[in-house]
């Protein structure tokens, strides 16, 4: 049936036709790598401010091409999230993640792992028994794991949203609202769910101090974090200014090339041994 449905492309206007056939192409080799093992996880550190300890890490997907190396998420995330692939792949990583967790806690370094979550994964009903039963298979620690859902997993604000989350408490994970403050922040929301920790995305950082904009946001995001109990970890922090900054108002916890650049398991694990050795 693909073979005669390519055929068929031919029928649109040509630039629709390529536009059309490349999401196809991708999808199909999506849903080919997921099979074969191409996907990989890199770590980046996160580093607890008051204490200037590594405490956790996030992990970051890439897709291991054979021709094209090493692939970024915003080529193959977006897509895998319009088409489904999502599922299956937010699956492996999940499951991925969470064995890395339970690796590197065996080997004497519990190190908190932050896990993004798609906001269709996170809605499907089937997720947090899936979730439990990956913890079950893999060994990790829930309370080492943490859930980084956006706004967009949010919206449906139902009972059934709510449940959800107090679920996932109860079994002892934490979660996180990351890319904060670039959706339709319904601050609301925020009194209401069991949410621990708020992630500023890194536009807001980026331009840090200087820009009196993003300042205002920042220092505002973690005013009111502390007000409401949350805890922040701020995304994308590159030089010394904009820790201190930070740092000064209050952030507990920062993230960004200045700690250091995602890194495969074994590169972060050798990495982590020096920092602390
Ligand atoms: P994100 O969740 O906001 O992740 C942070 C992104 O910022 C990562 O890009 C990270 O490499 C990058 N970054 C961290 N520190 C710095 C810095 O100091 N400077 C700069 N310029 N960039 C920094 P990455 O790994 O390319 O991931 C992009 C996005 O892809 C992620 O944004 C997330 O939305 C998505 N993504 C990655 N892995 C997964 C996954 O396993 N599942 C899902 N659903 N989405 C994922
Ligand atoms: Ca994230
Ligand atoms: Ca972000
Ligand atoms: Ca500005």
Redesign the pocket.
């Known amino acids: 049936a693909k073979q005669s449905g390519r055929n068929n492309y031919q029928f649109f206007v040509p630039e629709m036709n390529q536009r059309a056939m490349q999401r196809l192409q991708l999808e199909t080799a999506l849903r080919r790598a997921i099979e074969r093992g191409e996907m990989v ?2 770590y ?1 550190p996160q580093m607890e401010l008051e204490t200037a300890r590594i405490d956790g890490c ?4 890439r897709w291991q091409h054979p021709e094209r190396g090493m692939v ?3 080529e193959f ?1 977006p897509l895998a999230e319009e088409s489904g692939l ?1 599922l299956p ?2 699956d492996w ?1 999940l499951r991925e993640a969470c064995a890395q967790q339970a690796r590197w806690a065996r080997a004497g370094m519990p190190l908190a792992m932050a ?4 906001a269709l ?1 996170f809605q499907q009903a089937e997720f947090v028994p899936r979730l439990r039963q990956i913890l079950q298979e893999t060994g990790a620690d829930p309370r080492y794991i943490e859930l ?1 859902i956006t706004e967009g997993a949010l919206l449906a604000s139902t009972d059934e949203l709510v449940e959800r989350l107090d679920a996932l408490c109860a079994m002892g994970l934490s979660l996180a609202l ?2 904060f403050g670039t959706g339709y922040s319904c601050l609301a929301y925020l009194k209401r769910l069991p949410i621990q920790r708020l992630k500023i ?2 536009s807001f950082i980026k331009d840090l101090p200087g820009d009196l904009e993003d300042a205002a946001i920042a220092a505002a995001t973690l005013s009111m974090a502390r007000d409401l109990g949350m805890r922040v970890v701020a ?4 030089n010394p200014a904009q820790r201190d900054y930070l740092m000064a108002r209050g952030c507990h916890a920062i ?4 700690i250091g ?2 890194q495969p398991a074994a590169a972060f694990e050798a990495w982590l041994r020096q920092q602390e050795g």
């Not at 896990?115 to 798609?118: D, F, L, T, V």
């Not at 993230?255 to 200045?258: E, N, V």
């Open positions: 996880l890199h980046q996030e992990a970051l997907v970024p998420p915003i995330i999502i792949l937010g990583v896990i993004n979550i798609a994964q980084e990351d890319d995305d890194r995304e994308g922090v590159e993230q960004g090339y200045l650049k995602p």
